[in-house]
């Protein structure tokens, strides 16, 4: 009695409108295949599900002969503790004769199922990974092999509580083509078809029997089928249930339900990428097998023997195809039945395949289990090469001429290449059989390179010490004049500072002319080599390797160098500032000291405050191209001061000398205020008082100007220092003193003793922009 299977699966969301029914191969009739992707090799993925015994099984007579290790390992028809053997009532030590010996065979696979697993998680470790794949252009194929009754429809089709992996598939597919929507376009057609006794059949459109025919893009395919285009996966719902009510099933004595056919259901999918308007295109295909089951165990009789007869001799050219795939052989007897010809692809071409081998876990399908592990062993050993289907439609003929052309230029390049390799591996043959110490010889000179260059490095760094040392000493020495006094003591200092000195420009030298000497011989051996890398071009390689670790030792050096400059630097700052700290300390009383006393000069007050300002970072001098414009409205803030010299000419002043154009312009210099010429010896300076001048200024008042804050003194009463003896020390001072400062200390000096009010007597900043870096100075 033939019956349809109904309830196999029910779609959660039924729709009652059809699906139009559209052939896809005339929809996306690729013009061209222009490329396809290297082909790599593969081997089936076969994983093994091992469903729960039913009632029958559970009964007393029936034991259990698959047991699961791990998700990898299982054992069938394990050994078990053997139960006490009664003889008459005397408990036997041998066993019991009449018992078979247990197999106890261990079967690895890539993944094994245990009777507890769900269709989800046999899923997401057998077909799950297939989508990626898919995208890429690859051709997939899923196929469930085993007896009847052993579970193959319950893993690919599932019910609607436990959806079967094809329906988890599609719907992983959808998930994942709904991501990719954003770069290309989707066309995805399905067919779900039939092989019964040798015959295939649509299930979607069932009517005439159709015919199998090789396709280069997409291998086996069946002509004249009908591609239904599909949007959702619960469209496939609809679908399945369709196409199963039209499959072959009666009831065996194994399965009341069994599936006499084998079902193919196929998804054809073609992308198209937006940007590049590349197209891939992939088939996955997933096959439910008829029961592999013993003539005996069907309970066979009549048409149901010629059906099983049939399923067995697909079955047995399967297991054919899988021996000569699993042992390499030329010849694979595809053609010998349609099951094994829609199954070329997924077995042996260009496909990724993963078969899954169902097994009863009962000693009533003992034998039937059995055989299904071993095809599924030999199955592991077949590999199947994959490739992207990559087609391009808008190539014409012009651009396939263009290709062959970059494909022969490819082509000679590669040949060129192999050619050059060759030589070169035969020279190196050659040299090493003709000068076997060649090698050795390079060793030795690279061991002398290194060895000098470490002394090198060693000696630089010595030197630079050194170098550093007697910077150092000379600060030390040039600190020394500008504190001691001219006493025996003092020369006394000079000459052991000048003594470590002149030491150390001794050692400098010495240690450069060994340096120098150590190049030289470093040059040599440089030398000798690129003479061997001409004699002996094979030998490059490893010398070029060599290099390589020696300027990796040279890296090493320079920074170990730089290190150690950095170490002395540090110590040497840290020196000078406790000395600055110490200088202060005897400064500070004794400067208020003499102020109290009134016996601090001018000179000494200004340079204090000096000392003040440069301690706290601030400058006493503006350059022109750091100036800000004035705020308005500043009040005693504003203070705008140009100091000018007159007579730069005549002595040495005038660092860096400034350009014709920037000398003179000078846009503030209205707004600053009337200029004072004041003659000091052989110099003259213009001083420009500001317009707003603080009306108040108390002796301690502080000036503020828009950068800086400078404390205003009143000048304490000048007793000794006469005009001209000021600007005699003045011109002392100029030859050792920056110019800046010697400035400012003059103007505000004789602004001061000029009556001017003290505002003025501070040192201002300019505020006018200009390109120029200079201080302002006027011939
Ligand atoms: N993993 C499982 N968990 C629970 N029940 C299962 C499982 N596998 C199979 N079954 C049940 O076992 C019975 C036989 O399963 P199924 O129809 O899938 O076998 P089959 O291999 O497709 O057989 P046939 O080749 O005869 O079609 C069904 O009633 C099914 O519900």
Redesign the pocket.
Known sequence: MMKSRRDVIKSPHKKNNLTISRPLSRLNKPSVLTATTSTSRANIKVVV?V??S?TKESGDNHRVVVKVVDENVLIFDPKENAEPFFYHGVQQKTRDLLRKTQKDLQFTFHRVFD?H?QNAEVFDHSTKPLINSLMDGINCSVF?Y??????????MLG?PSNPGITFLTMEQLFHTKEELSADRDFQLGITYLEVYNEIVQDLLNPGSTLTLREDSKFGVVVAGIKYVEIKSANELYTLLEQGNKNRT?HP?D??S???RSHAVFQVYLKMKFKVTGEIRMAKLSMI????SERGSATGFQGARFVEGANINKSLLALGNCINSLADSQRHVPYRDSKLTRLLKDSLGGNCQTVMIA?VSPSSLSYEDTYNTLRYATRAKAIKSSIKRNVVNIDLKVEQYAKIVEELNKELARAKTEIKELREGRSKSAVSVEVDPDVMSQIEEIFNQRKSILERIYSMEMSEQIVELRSQVKEDANSRLSGLCYDTPDKEERHRKLDNTIQRCHKQKETFREKIDSLNLEKTNLENKMKTLVVQYPSVKFSIDLKELELSKLEEEYKNQLIQKQIRIYREDRQQLGDLIEKMCLVLKPCFIQLRGMGYATDNMIHDYESILSQSQGIRNIKWEDEVHPPIPDSGVCSTTTIITDDNADSHTLRSPPPSADETFKLPDVKEAGPVERVPIGDVTFSINTPRKTPTKMTTKSKICTDQILVKAYKPSPIKKPKLNSAALKMKENIAAKPVKRIFQTTAQKLHLRKGGSESTSSVSQTKNHHPSSRPIFRR
Do not use: F, I, W
């Open positions: 599900r469903r729960p039913n009777v697993v469930a085993g007896a009847t009754g052993a579970g193959k429809t319950y893993t019910n099933q065996t194994a399965n339900e069994s599936s439910d097998l008829a029961g169902n």
